[in-house]
């Protein structure tokens, strides 16, 4: 397996970085992470603005313009010959002399098999709620301090996932969005303190052709008189949540909605790829 | 110069992590940090405490005890023979097979030279306040996002720290503790949402001989009728808070009460460098 990082591309194992990197020192950096199929980058262009967005916000220069990181990572595949797998771009603060201030970062990419079925069944999800919010919400970070930290609370509670919220005013999980069908049939996602997912992009599509879609605000009561209620992500692409905090959200069964988006949603995957080819 | 990485002594530009781990991956980490004075480890054993209480809260299992770490310390201050100057001690989340689960952590133990005086006049600042709380603020971890992205934010206004708060209750700067002297000469302190520094603990001590302390919630306003306001740090002691957001904060000068806490900070330094000697 190769990885790029810099400015070659090397052996993965040889891959390291200097202890006073700023992703080592203070944990900051920013990162972007999709699915490869058949050999097509999925949705390579939304993810590479937004990569590109998170480093000017954080502000970090990075090295490549949009072309030339699609390049790579095309240049990255074709070395690795993994036609299912995943992309995991990462750019870190760089070499600090001070060990506070940004300087040069270091830009890495690597690559990983990821088998994937076209499972048209949602997967049923239990979560939990816990109050936080992301401390850059507009960037991918690689700041996911909180997320990891929970993971032994998913363990005891037996849940799958935990959704943020303030004050009962949901955004995001860790590593997904969120989306709510009430019984009129709007379909709802929080558009406040969330990271704008390129799933959640395609979803919030696909839905507006057949449904009422609003961005905007959702509570933990909301939820709880929904109809259905579902999370997106690249490696999960959707997921039905059935039931928050123990208590089952409508028939705690994944919706005939949340189904039907999920189909859509594949067709579009699978007419990308198609174009690709 | 060298470094202590997991288990052994090794030249500094040769210390790497690759790039799976999860500091890298995913900004997860624990850190510390104090000074050598004259050889002596300055506090050192509530730098280790603090440092081995924030692995366990972040469920990362340090590699060493407290006794070992101690050894490892002199060990490395004997090796670089730098009298004077900083460590620094970081345990990440370690080689991560699926970049999210914490494996078993990797310990970095570095040293830079640190050139100290003992000056009994504070140093005289101007801070911003920024709402925000760190993630974990229990913990000391890794995660300096905000502080490093509000650095751009200090040059722009041309203050020299930021001051974290919630709703105008202020918590802690981004690397130091807050305190304000009432009116009343009472010394005050925020106790939620900050982390323990060690020297803001020598500072109470201090204090309390003489003033009444509180460990309670400040206000922007309680610092705006404040007398003075100062901060401290391990690299810092204590330095004057003389302007909140562009307003004076007393009669805008560094406090006689500021200036008599760093003489019996300095002090309990030098009594304790002389004990160890």
Not at 10 to 28: N, P, V
Not at 31 to 47: I, Q, S
Not at 86 to 93: A, D, E, H, Q, V
Not at 221 to 227: G, Y
């Amino acid at each position: 397996m190769f990885v790029f990082l810099n400015n070659q591309l090397l052996e993965a194992e040889k891959a390291t970085l200097h202890i006073s990197d700023l992703a080592i020192q203070r944990g900051y950096g920013i990162f972007d992470f999709f699915r490869v199929r058949d050999n097509a980058l999925l949705y390579v262009e939304d993810h590479l603005d937004r990569f590109i967005h998170s480093a000017q916000f954080m502000h970090l220069a990075c090295p490549y313009s949009k072309d030339q990181l699609h390049s790579i990572l095309q240049e990255l595949q074709q070395k690795n010959n993994l036609p299912n797998s995943s992309m995991r771009m990462i750019l870190t603060g760089g070499y600090s002399a001070d060990a506070y201030q940004p300087a040069d970062p270091n830009l890495i990419i690597m690559q990983s098999p990821l088998a994937f079925q076209d499972t048209l069944v949602p997967k049923s999800l239990s979560i939990i709620t816990h109050e936080y919010v992301r401390d850059i919400p507009e960037a991918k970070t690689i700041n996911y301090t909180m997320g990891i930290w929970l993971q032994s609370k998913l363990a005891e509670q037996k849940a799958d996932d935990v959704l943020y919220h303030i004050n009962g005013t949901v955004s995001e999980f860790p590593r997904c969005n969120f989306f709510i069908v009430t019984k009129n049939n709007v379909i709802m996602t929080p558009a406040k303190n969330v990271l704008k997912g390129v799933t959640r992009k395609k979803v919030l599509a696909c839905a507006s052709s057949h449904y009422k879609v609003v961005e905007g605000p959702v509570t933990i009561d909301d939820i709880l008189n929904a109809k259905e209620a579902f999370l997106t992500s690249s490696t999960k692409r959707i997921q039905a949540v059935t039931k928050v905090n123990d208590k089952a959200i409508g028939n705690g069964e994944p919706g005939a909605i949340t189904t039907e988006l999920l189909k859509s949603l594949v067709t579009v995957e699978q007419n990308y790829v198609s174009k690709k080819l």
